[in-house]
């Protein structure tokens, strides 16, 4: 059996779990710039992507301060390696086209809101504050995201088969998000968030209500890739992302401008 | 005489700052803006706290900067800078100065309604969204119908 988990350390871990998952879907959302398919669409990739990235230093920056001294938001975000990272799989994997994009990004919204109303009740006041900023901006990332599911699902026979087939790939990375380890019961215990299992229900309604608008049907299986969010087995993926994201601080260390 | 003798009153910094412009939307002050939240002495330390439009606005270290740079202009030497992100900046901080000069530059103020009011170039009623997403993360894209100009809306939150 474990050792039972320090308050301090669990508490690293969630903030990590929280900023990792912003910060890697932030970078994804990013590889879009100058690419979408209309000018209005690359704006709002790109913006939707800096909010994620504003997100990930507060995440990262009270992370760094936890941590300890000598830590900052930029030596966690460049230079740990896959297995220290903390997000769910579903932000890592590859944006594929614009309709999985978007797919992902109305998966992780959908959660994302409802985790961060319930944070902003946290114990934690810095937790709490930082929830507070953030679901603002969520809010529209989510109205968003839902439209375009909406829009493309409901839309021609190609974009409605496009959409299926990215809820078909999607799907099973949507259950990571609510599993629940040793750390969630530290953080349930302290009041700092919620049980993520807890988060299922209002998820299932918002979502189904949502996919049922845009025509999709949700694949059965409740099966779920996991180990992200543990840190037990990223996906291949993640590597890649990171030497990209990663290359100018570890070929010139401490590089500035 | 650049040096100050003795501490500048609390109103007067806010002058100071008033004239200062946002980085992205120079008509308008970072005052008008709503951004600085709090100006104090702590003995002979000036702090500044100021809030974050947007978590990822990249505005926000240039913004320090220029603050920074007004103010030792003014002779201020001992001079500190606070992020604080609660409560959350909200669009009616934004002044009543701050959004007629918005309206005046081309950028339809923000409303509760979610959308703007009029068009800031014919003040036609009939408007459209683009996108909610603009040339900045605080600004939505819109278009006039009738004089058919795109628009920027300076987004409620």
């Known amino acids: 059996m474990n050792a039972p988990l320090a308050k301090e350390e669990a508490f690293l871990q969630f903030l990590l779990r929280m900023g990792d998952n912003t910060l890697i879907l932030g970078h994804r959302v990013s590889e879009w710039c100058g690419h979408a398919p209309v000018l209005e669409e690359d704006i709002a990739l790109a913006n939707t992507a800096l909010d994620m990235i504003g997100q990930t230093q507060m995440w990262l920056g009270l992370a760094a301060e936890v941590h300890g001294p000598g830590k900052s938001a930029d030596d966690l975000a460049f230079l740990r390696d896959a297995w220290d990272f903390r997000n769910v799989l579903l932000v890592e994997v590859p944006n594929g086209d614009f309709g999985r994009t978007l797919m992902r990004q109305f998966l992780f919204d959908a959660w994302h809101s409802i985790q961060l109303g319930r944070l902003m009740k946290s114990s934690d006041e810095r937790v709490a504050a930082i929830a507070e900023k953030a679901s603002k901006e969520v809010a529209y990332h989510l109205e968003r995201s839902a439209d375009t599911v909406v829009g493309l699902g409901d839309g021609t026979e190609e974009s409605h088969r496009r959409m299926q087939e990215a809820l078909d790939y999607l799907w099973p990375y949507a259950g990571e998000m609510f599993q629940s380890d040793d750390v969630d019961a530290e953080m349930v215990k302290a009041g700092i968030a919620p049980d993520p299992a807890s988060l299922r229900e209002e998820y299932d309604v918002l979502v189904s209500r949502i996919l049922n608008e845009a025509t999709l049907t949700i694949p059965e299986s409740r099966f779920a890739h996991k180990g992200g969010r543990t840190g037990a087995m990223h996906t291949e993926h993640l590597g890649h992302l990171l030497t990209q994201m990663q290359w100018l601080q570890r070929a010139y260390p401490g590089a500035k401008w | ?157």
């Not at chain 2, 270290?61 to 604080?84: F, M, N, P, S, Y």
Request: aromatic share 8%; net charge negative; glycine share 8%.
């Open chain 2, 1 to 157: 005489m650049s040096q100050v003798t003795t501490q500048p009153s609390i109103t007067q910094i806010w002058d100071w700052l008033d004239a200062v412009p946002d980085p992205e939307i120079p008509v308008i002050s970072l005052v008008d803006l709503g951004i600085i939240r709090d100006v104090a002495w702590d003995g002979g330390t000036l702090v500044v706290s100021v809030t974050p439009t947007y978590s990822g606005c990249p505005a926000t270290a240039v913004i320090a900067l220029d603050i920074e740079t007004a103010l030792r202009g003014h002779g201020i030497t001992d001079l500190k800078l606070k992020t604080q992100i609660s409560p959350a900046w909200t669009t009616d901080w934004l002044s009543e100065k701050g959004r007629a000069k918005l309206e005046d530059y081309g950028i339809a103020p923000p409303q509760a309604a979610g959308g703007p009011e009029k068009c800031p170039n014919c003040g036609s009623k009939h408007v459209t969204k683009v996108s909610q997403f603009g040339s900045t993360p605080c600004k939505a894209h819109w278009r006039c119908q009738d004089c058919l100009e795109p628009f920027d809306y300076f987004k409620c939150i």
